[in-house]
């Protein structure tokens, strides 16, 4: 099964910088890709950055500038990252990673086209 596990998370200050890791295992795909999303209280969850096996890396309008996705290894386990700067209290949310399957194109940034979903790592910025 596949298994996806956040960490990273914490309370900061405004200003600050702060990178999310998400650990990948279990699955047995060539192509797929990963993607971060944010979801804060009331609101509707938000996709933020997804990266293709292939490098591909698509971000949404709000956050390119700020939030850098990346992707390295743990072993045989693929680690993805969400490297954010200038954290401002409006980017306090639950932040969770999700895999889908992808042969080609632009890694989607809706929910509905992932699969998989970890559990979240909480941000607050102050």
């Known amino acids: 099964d596949v298994q996806l596990v956040e960490s990273g998370g914490g309370s900061v200050q405004s200003g600050g910088s702060l990178t999310l890791a998400c650990t990948a295992s279990?699955?047995?795909?060539?192509?797929?890709?990963m993607a971060w999303f944010r979801q804060a209280p009331g609101k509707e969850r938000e996709g933020l950055a997804a990266?293709?096996?292939?490098?591909?890396?698509?971000?949404a309008d709000s956050v390119k500038g700020r939030f850098t996705i990346s992707r390295g290894n743990a072993g045989t386990k693929t680690v993805l990252y969400l490297q954010i700067d200038n954290l401002r209290p409006e980017d306090t949310a639950m932040y969770t990673c999700?895999?889908?399957?992808?042969?080609?194109?632009?890694?989607?940034?809706?929910?509905?086209?992932?699969?998989?979903w970890g559990q979240g790592t909480q941000v607050t910025v102050s």
């Open positions: 279990g699955y047995d795909y060539r192509a797929y890709c």
């Open positions: 999700a895999m889908r399957t992808l042969v080609s194109g632009t890694p989607p940034l809706t929910s509905s086209s992932y699969t998989f």
């Open positions: 990266l293709g096996v292939d490098g591909s890396v698509h971000y």
